[in-house]
């Protein structure tokens, strides 16, 4: 199948989707590789790759790209906190950061039959109010993204390539990066603790996924080369997370002019507070937790965990049981 942005979609298939699926219990329904690139998604993304491809981007659009585990949540915080809640009062802003600041690619992870009254429906109180009416199945997040108020802030893991070339000439984009050891010890965390991943495997074959390129969202070297090569576009920002942890004023003050919303220095640090680690953790109304395996969630933690250098701390407990 070949999409609208060039790539060639193949489901995977034989020995390879076996191995994924004995590593990774949540792939039930098959995975598929997007060539060029050799990206890795599930196999329900066709049905939403060409609605992302030909999204209508506005003028007044922020978009947060990462690949996962790289600070989306805390980036897509920020931001919405700076163009929506400077005076934390905004009426919507102890709904799910993926409701205020829509998850674009999420619909690939949920079920294909969303009843209109099933739990996560339920919990989903942005698409009852935005989208009255509308079909789930046409994707829950994709339709909450082009209805939520302008201005909206979007976030997505999805590279550049698989977004048509205005995006850019169009909207803003943060894009984070990440140091990659820290990456593979969040994402590890993230895909045992999600069902829709399922991870059993050890850690040195999640190494090895993650060294090949083959976990979905696929190789993140090759998805931080392609906002490399982006750099100088006047619409796209570079955020550095380990920048954004060792001085949150500086980095908060860099996105304010880039997004344009000229706040004062108390106004920022206020905004740093509010979306610090701990306020952020103890405002986490997670709706996600219907999703966890709960086993791992008591052991080793939840979606909040402490955004440090997991291979610190982790290589030397850890690595023993590879």
């Excluded at 820290?182 to 991870?199: E, K, Q, T």
């Excluded at 952020?280 to 933690?301: Q, S, T």
Aim: net charge neutral; proline share 5%.
């Amino acid at each position: 199948m070949l999409l609208d942005s060039g790539h060639k979609a193949t489901l995977l298939e034989g020995e390879e989707l076996a191995q994924q699926q004995k590593d990774f219990h949540g792939y039930k329904e098959g995975l598929l590789r997007l060539n060029p690139g050799r990206w890795l998604y599930t196999a329900r993304f066709t049905k939403f790759a060409n609605k992302i491809y030909n999204f209508k981007w506005k003028t007044g659009d922020v978009v947060v790209m990462t690949f996962p585990k790289c600070g989306t949540t805390w980036t897509q915080e920020i931001i919405w906190t700076m163009r929506n809640n400077v005076n934390f009062d905004h009426p919507l802003a102890m709904e799910p950061a993926m409701d205020r600041a829509p998850f674009l690619d999420c619909d690939m992870f949920l079920p294909e039959e969303i009843a209109p009254d099933s739990p996560f429906m339920a919990e989903c109180p942005s698409f009852q109010r935005l989208c009255r009416g509308a079909d789930p199945k046409d994707g829950v997040y994709l339709q909450i993204a082009a209805a939520i108020p302008e201005p909206r802030t979007i976030k997505t893991h999805l590279p550049f390539s698989l977004f048509h070339p205005s995006l850019l000439d169009t909207a803003k984009v943060v894009y984070v990066v990440r140091n990659p050891k820290d990456v593979f010890f969040s994402y590890l965390h993230h895909s045992r603790l999600l069902v829709d991943h399922g991870f059993v495997g050890s850690m040195k074959d999640f190494m090895k996924y993650f060294i090949n390129g083959d976990l979905v969202y696929g190789a993140y070297d090759e998805h931080v080369k392609e906002a490399w090569e982006r750099r100088d576009h006047p619409n796209l920002h570079l955020l550095f997370y380990e920048d954004l942890k060792a001085n949150t004023l500086k980095e908060l003050r860099k996105l304010s002019d880039f997004i344009g919303t000229e706040l004062t220095d108390d106004e920022l640090k206020k905004i740093a507070e509010y979306t610090s680690f701990d306020q952020m953790k103890a405002r986490d109304n997670d709706k996600l937790k219907d999703f966890y395996n709960h086993d791992i969630w008591k052991k080793d933690g939840g979606f909040f965990r402490k955004g440090q250098k997991w291979w610190l701390e982790e290589k030397p407990s850890r690595g023993r049981h590879c």
